[in-house]
């Protein structure tokens, strides 16, 4: 599956912004997908995850009450909306997809990389 980030951009601190991934292919249903961020100088960090039908969702502590993931498998994207945006969240965003049974937070498990979306939240 290839997959293809957007929606970054600049905001001031408290705004809000949203993310999408698209997906090629024809089974995109099968895939797990999460969002992962880094920031400069940082190793590449877990911010949410989501299961194949969109039922499970998984956030990192940073962001739980600010980020929600969603999927719509009919359009092939997968939508991390991110409110109340800090200038710690300032990072370049990547999506990801993998096909194991379980969630996962470590971007070990994850198969298939899109490009990355840069997010600057300005103070």
């Known amino acids: 599956v290839q997959l293809q980030a957007s929606g970054g951009g600049l905001v001031q601190a408290g705004g809000s912004l949203r993310l999408s991934c698209a997906a090629s292919?024809?089974?995109?249903?099968?895939?797990?997908m999460g969002w992962f961020r880094q920031a400069p100088g940082k190793e590449r960090e877990f911010v949410a995850a989501?299961?194949?039908?969109?039922?499970?969702?998984y956030n990192a502590d940073s962001v739980k009450g600010r980020f929600i993931i969603s999927r719509d498998n009919a359009k092939n994207t997968v939508y991390l909306q991110m409110n109340s945006l800090k200038p710690e969240d300032t990072a370049v965003y990547y999506c990801?997809?993998?096909?194991?049974?379980?969630?996962?937070?470590?971007?070990?498990?994850?198969?298939?990389w899109g490009q990355g979306t840069q997010v600057t939240v300005s103070s």
């Open positions: 990801a997809a993998h096909r194991d049974l379980e969630y996962s937070d470590n971007p070990v498990s994850y198969d298939y």
């Open positions: 292919g024809r089974t995109f249903s099968t895939y797990r």
């Open positions: 989501i299961s194949w039908s969109g039922v499970g969702t």
